[in-house]
């Protein structure tokens, strides 16, 4: 008689929530053992970190700079000159940021904590600030 395996079964050990795909094969009669193949993807903040614009982000965010990206466009200020501004206001790579509060219209500009610092920026501007 065939029996079809769950998931469950096959990987009760193991937290369901992080498996993403799992496989199971059925047992045929005259097989001495259970034969399963398992294919699992596990989430962990370590493997890849996913970096954000800071401008994305919104009220009551919190995280850590990780660098200064300023892309072509994004102000009207050249781009050396908008990323020496931030790290000048204390956006240096490391700082720990947290947002504040937003404008009512757009929800610009934005009052970001900067260690113990409070500035406010616009979200354009926000966007070359790469956070995890």
């Known amino acids: 008689m065939h029996r079809k395996i769950t998931a469950h079964e ?3 050990s193991y937290n369901r929530s992080k498996l993403l795909n799992t496989r199971a094969f059925r047992l045929t009669p005259g097989q001495p053992r259970v034969h399963i193949a398992v ?5 962990r903040a370590t493997d890849s970190p996913q970096y954000s ?7 009551g965010f919190r995280g850590r700079i990780h660098a200064i ?3 072509a466009g994004i102000s009207d200020l050249p781009a050396a000159e908008l990323e020496g501004r931030l790290i000048e206001l204390g956006f240096t790579e490391g700082a720990y940021v ?3 509060h937003e404008g009512v219209f757009g929800r610009d500009p934005i009052a970001v904590r900067v260690n113990d610092a409070t500035v406010a920026l616009r979200r354009r501007e926000a966007m070359a600030i790469l956070v995890i």
């Open 98 to 100: 947290e947002i504040l």
């Open 69 to 71: 990206d300023v892309p």
């Open 10 to 12: 096959a990987v009760s």
């Open 39 to 43: 294919s699992m993807t596990r989430h």
């Open 53 to 59: 614009p800071l401008g994305q982000a919104h009220r």
